[in-house]
């Protein structure tokens, strides 16, 4: 995190991923004064402030004396809050968490080419994210140890090969908090049909949640090698799991995986044609 701590980074946009990466940041060491934030909403403004960050609702008073800016904002405003910043990023590392918004059309809105593109989670909020990032051949490996530190303080980090890999990442992991919420839904539903009280049936999913996932993340096995060893042989596992084959649950949530990459891909095509 050494690199990070000694440079001065600002953030268009300051909401709650943007929240999460200025907390991270200043948990590990950055110093407030070190960051900047612009936002349009006085309440947001307020909040950070409280954090004693530098805040503004000047985007271009807010990149002046910045090593690295991070843009946090909607698609839908993209084009109207980067054109007028275009060639004001000299020498400044540009990191974009901007769901969609691709690098090529990035550059052509700021005017440069030294660009991180990041497919970040919701679970950033509690530093527990799991990031993925492509940067072009603009961008150094000094560059990317700095978006690496900036990123990891809420979470994992992944480079990718190509920045078409975002649009799975996307699907992975962009999306994928999601994806346990509605199967963490469907249990908690199905514990109070079974006769769970609520609460009971909400506790017991949401442990069971955070000890698979940890078993999975600490075990040396893989998690198909963990689920055989807690499925026994015409036992209740194996008795809930033959219901999930005969419904082809896998294959629904890989054609599932394989839409939400395939919109990523669409929404990342109608912002480069409405940034023109």
């Not at 949640?209 to 194996?238: D, F, W, Y």
Request: aromatic content about 4%; charged content about 15%.
């Amino acid at each position: 995190m050494s690199a990070a701590l000694n440079c001065n980074i600002s953030f268009i946009g300051g909401g709650n991923m943007a929240q999460a990466l200025i907390g991270g940041l200043i948990s590990q060491g950055l110093p407030a004064t070190r960051i900047t934030v612009s936002d349009p909403v006085e309440k947001v403004r307020s909040l950070l402030a409280e954090k004693e960050v530098n805040v503004t609702d000047d985007n271009i008073a807010a990149i002046k004396d910045a090593d690295i800016v991070l843009f946090a904002v909607k698609p839908q405003v993209l084009a109207g809050v980067l054109k007028p910043l275009q060639g004001l990023l000299a020498g400044k590392l540009v990191i974009s968490i901007v769901a969609g918004a691709e690098i090529a059309t990035l550059s052509v809105l700021l005017g440069t080419d030294r660009i991180v593109r990041v497919m970040p989670n919701t679970p950033a909020l509690v530093q527990t994210g799991a990031h993925g990032l492509f940067a072009n051949a603009e961008v150094g490996s000094d560059d990317r140890e700095l978006a690496s530190q900036i990123l990891a303080s809420t979470g994992l980090t992944i480079w990718v090969n190509s920045e078409a890999q975002i649009d799975a990442v996307t699907a992975v992991s962009g999306s994928g908090p999601a994806y346990f919420f509605y199967m963490m839904e469907s249990m908690i539903r199905a514990g109070k049909n079974l006769g769970l009280d609520e609460k009971v049936a909400t506790a017991l999913t949401l442990q069971t949640a955070l000890g698979a996932a940890q078993m999975a993340i600490t075990s040396s096995n893989t998690p198909a090698e963990l689920r055989k060893n807690v499925t026994s042989p015409n036992g209740t596992t194996q008795a809930a799991l033959e219901v999930f084959d005969r419904a082809q649950i896998s294959q629904n949530i890989q054609a599932a995986l394989a839409a939400a990459q395939k919109r990523s891909q669409e929404l990342a095509q109608e912002l480069s044609d409405n940034s023109k």
